[in-house]
């Protein structure tokens, strides 16, 4: 903190509280309040219950549930794959060929997600490419959603990489190949972690595009959750969203836990 005066100290926490409360946590609190209640009261959840987690955690809301982790592995897996080498390959690029690669994968994320969702729905809506109304066409387009936030991630990693490794490596008689997987990759392996939890984490929480795509078979959580409030179910809705928020922390801490051992390797 470059605040050093105890005064200072005491007055930026209150104010970082007073802050972080009410536009973050308070929201959190409220969705948490809801999910064990069965009505309002004022301005309160009453009515305690722990029935709305027994639907949350049963039938279609498990089903979305892994539905949801499936897309979710599988788009970060394909977005950490495709983007750490787009940007192992920008990296040897001029400066004007970067730009247009790292502008090609940011794209996505630079107009609404719902046009990439309508985008994704007619490229892939006709032979040869005929993905409409199977689970492969939602995945896609989270792959598409996720994969600038990994190239971006591993690009930055790969300008703070000390070039002393490859060189000695290389000065050794390694090959380009042995220099990639045995120096280049390890040292890249605690920012590949964390693009893969922030992947894991957008892909989880997407809805806007999967709307558009998602088949009867195939509905994601975050899906079940804006049909559940839709239909009036709120407090089921919020359970099912709390049910979310904790998958989602449970995977982010797990990957947290890996990247900090790689980080000390």
């Known amino acids: 903190m470059l605040v050093h005066s105890r005064t ?18 308070l929201p959190l609190l409220v969705i948490l309040g809801a999910s064990f209640a069965t009505n309002w009261s004022g301005a309160f959840p009453s009515g305690p219950t722990v029935e709305n987690y027994g639907a949350a955690v049963r039938g279609e809301s498990l089903q979305a549930l892994t539905t949801s982790l499936v897309t979710a592995v599988a788009a970060s897996a394909l977005a950490l794959t495709f983007g750490s080498w787009a940007a192992l390959a920008a990296a040897s690029l001029k400066k004007g060929g970067k730009r247009a690669l790292d502008a090609l994968f940011m794209l996505p994320v630079a107009v609404p997600s719902v046009v990439v969702g309508l985008a994704v729905l007619v490229a892939f809506s006709q032979p040869p490419f005929l993905l409409n109304g199977t689970r492969w066409i939602v995945i896609l387009a989270h792959t598409i959603l996720v994969t600038a936030f990994a190239h971006q991630s591993v690009s930055a990693a790969i300008l703070r990489l000390d070039p002393m490794y490859e060189q000695a490596a290389a000065s050794l008689g390694a090959r380009p190949s042995y220099v990639l ?85």
């Open 8 to 25: 200072g100290k005491w007055a930026t926490w209150v104010v970082f509280f007073l802050l972080f409360t009410p536009l973050f946590a």
């Open 181 to 265: 997987w045995r120096v280049r990759l390890p040292l890249l392996l605690p920012s590949l972690n964390a693009a893969a939890g922030l992947c894991f984490a957008l892909s989880m929480g997407e809805l806007s595009a999967t709307m558009m795509l998602y088949p009867p078979d195939w509905m994601p959580l975050p899906v079940q959750i804006f049909t559940a409030t839709d239909r009036g179910s709120l407090f089921t809705g919020s359970a099912v969203a709390v049910v979310l928020m904790g998958t989602t922390l449970l995977v982010l801490l797990a990957v947290s836990r890996i990247r900090t051992k790689a980080s000390f390797r």
